[in-house]
Every structure is written in C-alpha cells, then in structure tokens.
C-alpha cells in the first residue's frame, strides 16, 4: 500500500510484556513502529527471582528484544533512555534526540516505592531488572560468605539471617528458595558457618501472605513456608531498614540481607504525562486504555490504573500482555475508520510457586495447593517462557536441580562489597 | 591419625587451574588446606571468549570453589583478597586477617600487561575473568546498538569497526566469533546498520598468527579468517589506543571498539615474593618449583617461569594443572620423609577454535585444522570443563548455536555507557 516511510508512526516505550505484546499485535499494520527500552532485552519477571537465587541464569529468563522481533518488519527497536515525553507536540525525547510520534503506548512499568524512605533502598534492594537480579544474587551467595569467616557467633548469625520484606508473590517465592537453598543446596559446603541454621524472615503488613489469593491458598502457602523453617510476621509494618537489620515498630530482626518485595509505584516517566494518578502514582486512563483527552496515547501494563468491577486490574503479566494487545487493536481499528472500544480484563487468576513441588493456584474457581499446584505452574511458566531455546534451558535446569538440589548460578559477578560500602 | 586441627597448614592462593588442581591432589593427605580466592568461582578459561561473544552464560563455564571441593573435607575455601605475603613470618595477609601456612602454594596467576601505557586498558579491556567477559560482551553488544541510532555513515561506520589486539589463540578465536557474530547472528535484525559490514581487524607485532603453533597451522587458521572477513594485520605493533581507535606505527584503524588480547604480566601478588623474576613478572623457581630458598613455597601456573629443553612452559591451562599436581605430590612426599623432585611438563600440544567447524590443533607430531581439528577441539573441550552439568548445558548450547547460528546470552547487563564515560 502506501510508501512504508509515510505510514503513522506508533512509537511504544517500555519493551516488558505491555509494550512488547502491543509491538507484536501491530504485525503486518499499516504503521512504523519504534520500540524504545532502556535495556536491549525482554525479561520474563516471574522467574526474576529464581536469577536472584541462583537457580537460572540471566540469559535463561531474557531474550534480546530485537531477536524476538526480527521477523516484523515495521518495527526499529531502539535501546535508548527515555527522558520525557511531550504529549502537546506529540514527541518523545530520548538521549538520541526526539522523536515524533503519530500514536503513542506508554508501557514503563513499575518500579518499587519504598513509601517516601528511600535510603532504605541501598539496604534492602528491589527485584525488578536482570542487573537487580545479579546484585541480588551477589548479595545472598556473599552473605555466606562473610558467615564462613566471621569468628564472632552473634555476628555470624547475623549474617546467615535474612528479611524479606512483603509477602505477595514475589516475597513468598524469595522467601521458599532461599530456605531452600539455605538448607540443600549449600548444606554441606561451609566449614565455619552452617547454612541449615540461617533463618529466613518473610514481614507483611498486611493480615496474611498473598493477600490477594483466596484465604485458603494463603494459608497452605504459610503452613509450607513454616514447615520449611521460613518465619512469617503479619500484620508487622516495617518502620526502619538499615545494614544491620529491619525493625517493626518495638520488635527488631538483626540481619545483614534485606531484600524488599514490598510496594511498587509507577515509573517515574509517568509524571509528565497530563493526567489524574492514583496514590501508587499509575496513571487513570479512559476506559479503552487513552490518557483522557488524548485519544493518540495509550499508557497499558502496571502504569496503568484500571477498573474493573471495582477493583483494580492487577500488575501482573497476563494483565499487560492484553492491555498491550488491546492498545494496538484500537490503533489498528481506527487506522481503518472504527471506534475505540472499552478494554475488558478477562481474569485467568494468579499462581506462586512456595517450593520445589509446593505451589499455589487460583484460577477464580478452581484453587490447587501443593504438588499439583506445582506442575500447574511449572506447566504455565514454560509454556509463557518466550523463544523456545529459553524454554528448554529452563526446563533442563529444572530437572537438574530438582534432581540434585544444585543450582547451576552460583556466580557472584561484581563486588558485593563495594556495593554494601556505597550504602554506608 | 593426629588430631585434624594440628595437622600442617597448606594455603593455596588461587582457585585457577593450578591452584585447583593443587588442592584436589592433596584430598586425603594429613594436611588442613585453606584456599583462599577473590571469586567465589572457578573459572573454564578457554571458554571465557564464548562468554564474552555471548555464546554461553557465564555460569556455564563456572562453578563454586565450594561446591568443587565440598567433598573433600581437609579444604576451608575462603572467599578473600589477598593482601600480601610474608615468606619470612610464613604468613599471608587478607581483607579478614592474617593466615600462617607451614606450606604455601602460589597460583595468583597472570593479568594483562599493556607494556607500561596502562591508560589503554580503559579503551582496550583485556579478558582474564568472568567479570571482564560479561564487561565486553556488554561493550561489543553495545556497540551495534549505537550504530543503529547513529544518523552519520562515517561514526556508524566507526561503531561497526572492532580490533583485536594481538593473536595468540585468544585474539583469533574472538575475531572468528565476532565475524560470526555480525554476519550471521546479528545480520537481520538491525534497520539502519547492517551488522554484515563490521569490520573486524585482527593485530599482531609478530610475523603470525597463532605464533606459537606450526607454521602450516598459522597459514590455516588466517586463511579461514581471512575467508570469513577479518583482516589481518601481522608485523604491527601497537602504538597507540584510545577510544577512537587504534595506531600502528602510521597506520591507523578508526574503531570504537578494541579488545585486548595481547601481553600478560604476572599477577601483582607475585612482587612480594623474594625471588628472581622474568621480563613479564613470572617468578624463576627452583626446578621442584619451590622458590630459591624456600622449599615450603610453591608458585605454580602462569605466574612460575619454568624452562624445559630451553623453551619457557607456556601459560596454558594444563601446564597449571600439571604444576598444581606436582607441588602437592611434593608436600605428599615430603611429609613423609621423601625428597623433592623436579617438575617434568608433558606437553600435549595446543589448539584454537577459528570458527564454528574450523579449528587448529597441534598435538605435538600430529597437526589437525579445519573440521577434523573442530571436532577434536569440541571432544576436549566438553571433556576437561568442570562438573557434569555444565558440560551438558554447554553442549546444549553449543547444538543450538550451531544449528541456528543463534547465541543464547545476547543480554546486556550493566551500563556500557557508564564504562566509557569512565574511560575518557
């Protein structure tokens, strides 16, 4: 049809499952496409937590964006910073200069709020980008590390305990494989200190872990974690994170490993966009996912604040994967005359894994707790892992560790010590 | 026998192929041995240029100094940077206090020596660890990246131009995988540069390619590069580096990448050591390689400058893992009651991967090249890495790659920016 140069041009920020899954239903379009992220790579976030761990590697859990959009050919992919987003003059400024944009997906996700304490953050990081990850790992595997050679016993106890603050999906998984591999995998390879005896903390404000599952699955979820060693503090909010340790209003954890998966709030980027935010900063769009007033931009995935019934569409993958695809159908229907229609969240339920063969599933009417849970799960994530080569990685990698309770990352990369030096 | 805690002390400083190696020849003797290493890991070092082209993770070519020796339970693995040795207090300093052998092996190794213009290690990284793999990988992906966003055919063209400096096995097998790299697994996923018109310059002071092996194999192996696009410069020494390229003498190849994989230097812990040394740092030991009075040190691997027939034993892995071997037999032997004896290196000859399904190999009598030499090269590699799992995820990978011309590790981790900011 029309000369490829002259077509609108759509221009998505943010390469995570909203902005990818956007990029990927403008296929054979009648639009050029530019997909900005910071990164070169889509990461697939539900397995973060097992680089953290050690179990997969990096590489295992991401794919570089270009590779898996190789074969669409209206679509740049551009690895770049976004520095602001002028919605008046319809452009995007990047650190390679400004881009004009005849439509716009606004998908940059969320990063984590540490509720307006952020020197917590150097103390007790956040999981949510591979690097995260890496410096993750690097802190729990040098955690041993120090243990092993500290002569003094309340000192070494100090470092073979660990907080994980907040108790949603993310919390609970950390909190499963670190007791995991505290007890298994590295049981036997200190001479010094014993791993079997670190004690894993897992701190909720709220009433209960996975506050958003049906009260039944939180429960199995905290009966395994016990039975694993893991020690659940509810309804226990967090009023101080330093080195040494986290404390909860009068009760105080010593510990010198803090990792927090507690709130999350939109990315920054959001802020120049003209519209009304919730407190957690995500963005209220129109009901077929536009800024209101600007029916060129769409804002889709966790930075979007979305109602459905009353309550809010979660921040999770499958919700950005449609928001995505909802964003790029609207373009595609008004591109040929239609309408915008309303975005209707279709709820599949959620999932945590708790420990190898323990997971949790709500699938809004039928619930699964354990072992069958478990081969749910590992069915969904492999099934959703992107390219087949990850896939099969990860399935070996699995079968590996289940059969040996190894785990095929224990790499540190980097300094953890400069790292805790640049927190003090 | 005695009472473990009394036994004689052994520290080995370095888990490298010597240092390693040293440690698991003395599993079973009644020693207490205390390896002390900056890295939690053991590295496969032949590989490491894989991970840097990522071809693999850096997992699959590591594995935990614990777990390795968990086993053998006469070995504390310290997790440390040593400071200092002192020969005559018998005693080594660490970041976590001093330590007193009775006998002390010394298997720090070599780093990269840029004939005293240190300021080119900014602009030329070197890759000696894990860390530096994962550094250049993050900088030759970086570079196709700005290439693509640069509007200017003169920069792109200089973004699209990398130079390897000096080709001993390592130079070579990086400019075959960087040729690979950009005209087949790059090729079709850029819009604006076209990866399949990177240069890649190969240089080299000396007459050849691959200096070390015979003649005819040298002529192989620059003739399948040549074949595969690389240019080869031999008879160019370097004499000047920056981030804009590279100057022989008075040519000049404008690149915004270059890799180092010239000189190597002894590692800087070796100066502490009153002995005599080579041009290059290396240590002249004792023909035992005990250092000249003092019979209970040992300095094996890259870092002991060991003559044989005239000719120096060269820095390659098996000679680090002979050298290893031999110095604990010799502490085996000389607690009980025997004497010292001389090391003798079997020399099995050398090898270098040109590309994929091209290699060289010497085997000392029996000279291999092309696909002969490839699947020979594979054998021994799958062979000699460490730990069932890694050999087989190795494998995998390996199968993959070479059936796709796909890499598995194509994921940028840290800031590329930051690195060169630092540099200028």
Redesign the interface.
């Known amino acids: 049809m029309s000369d490829p140069a002259r077509r609108p041009h759509v221009v998505v920020l943010g390469g995570g499952f909203g902005g990818l899954w956007a990029t990927r239903a403008l296929a054979g379009a009648p639009v050029r496409v530019t997909l900005i992220d910071r ?3 889509h990461v697939f976030q539900p397995l973060l937590y097992q680089v953290a761990a050690a179990s997969l ?4 859990i ?1 794919a ?1 964006l ?2 898996i959009v ?1 074969r669409q050919d209206n679509v ?5 910073e976004v520095q602001g987003i002028d919605v008046a003059a319809r452009s995007v400024r990047t650190g ?1 200069g400004e881009y004009e944009y005849d439509w716009l997906i606004v998908a940059t996700g969320s990063t984590h709020a540490y509720f307006g304490d952020d020197e917590w953050a150097a103390h007790a990081p956040a999981l949510k980008t ?2 995260d990850a ?1 410096a993750i790992r690097r802190r729990i ?2 955690a041993f ?1 120090y243990a ?2 500290e002569p003094d016993p309340l000192r070494r106890a100090e470092w073979l305990s660990f907080v994980i603050i907040g108790a949603g999906p993310t919390g609970v998984e950390l909190a499963g494989t670190l007791a995991e591999m505290a007890q298994h995998t590295l049981a ?5 200190a014993d791993p079997r005896r670190a004690t894993i903390h897992l701190v909720e404000a709220g009433p209960r872990v996975l506050g958003a599952m049906p009260e039944r699955l939180s429960a199995a979820a905290r009966r395994k974690l016990e039975s694993m060693g893991v020690r659940v503090h509810v309804d226990s909010a967090v009023t101080e994170v330093d080195q040494t340790g986290v404390r909860m209003g009068d009760e105080r954890i010593a510990a010198r490993t803090s990792l927090w998966a507690a709130g999350v709030a939109a990315s920054p980027l959001s802020t120049g966009l003209p519209a009304e935010r919730d407190r957690a900063g995500r963005v209220k769009v129109a009901p077929d996912l536009s800024l209101p007033g600007h029916p060129e931009v769409f804002v889709v995935g966790d930075l979007a604040h979305v109602e459905q019934g009353g309550r809010l569409v979660p921040g999770m993958a499958s919700a950005a994967k449609q928001m995505g695809s909802h964003a790029a159908r609207i373009i595609k229907d008004r591109l040929a005359g239609g309408s915008s229609r309303a975005f209707r969240y279709r709820d599949y339920g959620s999932l945590a894994s708790v420990s190898r063969a323990f997971a949790v599933v709500d699938l809004r009417g039928v619930e699964m707790s354990g072992f069958t849970g478990w081969l749910f799960w590992l069915f969904a994530h492999i099934l959703f892992l992107i390219g087949f ?2 896939r ?2 990860v399935m ?2 699995w079968a ?1 560790s289940y059969l ?1 309770w ?1 785990r ?7 300094r953890d010590r400069e790292d805790r030096e640049a927190a003090e």
């Open positions: 990164a070169n790579h590697s990096g590489p295992d991401a570089p270009r590779h190789r740049t992919v551009l690895l770049e390679a591979l690097d890496l595997l040098s590390e092993e050679r036997r390879e200190f001479r010094h080569r990850n099969f990685a070996w990698n590996w040996t190894q095929n990352a224990r790499i540190i990369v980097g």
